[in-house]
């Protein structure tokens, strides 16, 4: 552990509504020797844990006033916050008008979301984020209780943390403060969702709007994300955005890409960096992934940009556009539309899937966090090697229309791919043998690729059971090796039967992940 004389971090300003975790921060804070500055209810929380904190009226020399109204908008708060430690005319001015550096802001902001009034439109709050988000080269800011303990850590182990998370904390801090600004607009608007007209629904003889959630969900989505650039967005672009972003909310954790048409991913892909990703899942199916919409899971560089050279998109979605890139694609073409979700892309979270029919509506869980099982069924074995292969498949598979089947392949170590899929037929055997086969042949052969040695790293998934064994027929004689499916059928034990005879090795994962 760091003295504090090694600290960067010299004096943090705490003003939370919501205290999950605060009390362990501050008390890690001030063992680091970091001094506590703090409002209202925060510093009387911090006081009665035994934290030593001194409160920002007293720093001020200003009292709270309006019943609260008014607290931290003062100059030795925000001159303390948004002062640049490199320029010296920032040092000399602070310095000669008392404003000492503060290094650190964590702030939540009143529950307006929760609880929609005008007195739980918070002012001080925001702006002290956004002050601090400006200047995270020199402040760290924290809005959410999940990050205290990482950069607790990160603090007593080496003094500061690294300027790559100072930036990933920033667009979470501007993310925060544009969703909560978005949420008293609505209100505002007449305490109801306000509606955007489309350019027209799926048909352009159709009327459209889109209607905003009265609270929006935490994640990043589509009607809180900007349009950088590009037509107005129209009802299928609006479905085809949100299947891409679902989709490639299974891959956040990777550079990874997602090519969607008419709401099925046909192109997928995972990279070393997001140009490999974006390249990879375009070979996926390079006919259809003209005229797409497509979702990546890392902010778009250069790189990244280059792969659409000439290629036509109807949106990208992006946590964010590096500024290079997005002046590349806005010359590319007048029209693509570039959506910035302006927070990183993070995993699906559970919540409700409603849809409407003629009435009535239907409400059901997500298809998230499903139990997976994992049973070899067969004489041979499926290497442990390709099972994140699989694992790849299946959370690609889940967002194809049923039924759907996947041939997944690591087509460079660690990273993978769709090679070919078949969604949305009404029986599995055209899906597999018409569709997702056809396309995997087409594929391998246009890029001039090994035929045996791209199956011996493809696994094939389905969203569920085979019911016949002409299913593994069909498989067997393009020279699949290994499948992965949920099992339960009649016939699973012909479709075992059928695997043993050509050697196939097959597992039962016991969850089916239809999409109708």
Sequence with gaps: MKDALNMKIQRALLSVSDKTGLIEFAQGLVALGVEILSTGGTAAALRQAGVAVTDVSAYTGHPEILDGRVKTLHPKIHGGILQRRDHPDDRATCQQLGLPPIDLVCVNLYPFEAEPSIENIDIGGPAMIRSAAKNHADVIVLCEPADYASVL??????????????RSLAQKAFARTSTYDSAIARWL?????????????????????LRPDATPPPEANLTTARILHGKAMSFNNYVDGDAALEAA?????????????????????TGAMLAEALAEAWEGDVVSAFGSVIAVTRP????????????????????????????????????IRLLSLDCPLSAPLARKVIRQINGATLIQDADVNAPEEWR????AILPDDLRPTAEFGIR?????????????????????????????????????RKLALEKARENITRRGLDMAAVLARTVLVSDAFFPFADNIEAAAEFGIRYIVEPGGSKQDAACIAACDQHGIAMVFTGCRHFRH
Aim: proline share 6%; glycine share 8%.
């Design 153 to 166: 850590v990160a603090l007593q182990t080496n003094g500061d943390i690294p300027l790559e998370q100072r």
């Design 376 to 379: 070899v069924v067969t004489r």
């Design 396 to 432: 690609v598979g889940k967002h194809l229309k049923s039924n759907a089947i996947v041939l997944a392949w690591e087509y460079a170590p660690g990273q993978f791919a769709i090679l070919g899929m078949g969604a949305g037929q009404p029986n599995r055997v055209d899906a597999l």
């Design 300 to 335: 778009v560089d250069a790189a990244a940009a280059q792969v659409l050279k000439g290629r036509f998109v109807e949106a990208l979605i992006a946590p964010s556009f590096e500024p290079d890139a997005l002046e590349f694609l806005q010359n590319k073409s007048k029209n």
């Design 189 to 209: 608007a007449g305490q109801t969702a306000t509606e955007i007209a489309l350019r027209y629904g799926e048909n352009p003889h159709q009327q459209a709007i």
């Design 249 to 269: 909310r299974e891959l956040h954790a990777a550079p990874a890409a997602v090519i969607i048409k008419h709401t099925n991913p046909c192109g997928a892909a």
